[in-house]
């Protein structure tokens, strides 16, 4: 039985809810890496006995790894609408590697596909800023669908104004709620880690004199005095 426009709604709320939790998390993970770069960088100076702490913006050999990490929807990109054309006759969009998906997910795939496919952003009014999000949302869709992730790619779906038919109202609020409620949970952790809790206390001196000892111990590093770490956590902060 087809949606009605107040289920389609009410489904694109939560997918905005869904969408801008997202920016959230993302730009928390970046902020969190930062924070703990720095801490590294202090336990650095302590092994090494250094008074003067290096620029924080010089990155530790054991963080690099995850400061490589991309987020195309950290990328800016600017410009102005196209020109609309006439699409031609493209032919439609193969459905992916994987296991066996249920008929609604084929669907869904197709739709998104002809909507986000790169060979048909140029025929449809969009802005430089909308052809780069569905690019995205082009390749995200693929890989969730050989990867199962049928939550995550029903919110694309409704992003892009692919609605499914096939499966209830209640079935697909649920899950994406259970979407929305997973980016939630992990905002939580970040807000929890030792990382976040040093860069969001920086005016607390005992806080972050008791992170680094606990990150000395889990690295099997003996603490210097209090003294010592005072002066360089000190240091740091006038850096």
Known sequence: MPLSKRQKRRLLEVSKM?????????DMEEIQLEYAAEIEEVIKM???????????????TEM???????????????????????????????????PEAPEWAKKLWKGIA???HPDRLSFQELTAI????????????RSLYENRSWNKL????????????DLSASQQLGMLNEEYAGITQ????????????WGTNWDNLEMRLRI??????????TPPSRIDMINILVNLEVD
Do not use: M
């Not at 302590?46 to 530790?60: H, M, R, T, Y």
């Not at 409704?158 to 499914?164: G, S």
């Not at 680094?212 to 590093?221: D, F, N, T």
């Open 64 to 98: 690099a790894p995850y400061e490589e990490k991309a987020r195309s929807d950290s990328k800016k990109t600017q410009g102005s609408t196209n020109e609309h054309q006439s699409e031609p006759n493209l032919e439609p969009p193969e459905i992916p590697e994987g």
């Open 46 to 60: 302590i092994k090494n006995k250094d008074v003067k702490p290096k620029l924080i913006g010089e990155a530790s």
């Open 154 to 165: 029903l919110h694309i779906g409704v992003q892009v104004e692919e609605y499914v038919d």
């Open 186 to 197: 992990k905002v939580e952790d970040i807000q929890k880690s030792l990382a976040w809790k």
């Open 130 to 141: 909308q052809i780069a999000r569905r690019q995205t949302w082009f390749l995200e869709a």
């Open 212 to 221: 680094v000892e606990v990150c000395l111990r889990a690295k099997g590093v």
């Open 18 to 26: 869904i969408e801008s939790s997202i920016v959230v998390r993302d």
């Open 114 to 116: 002809k909507k986000c």
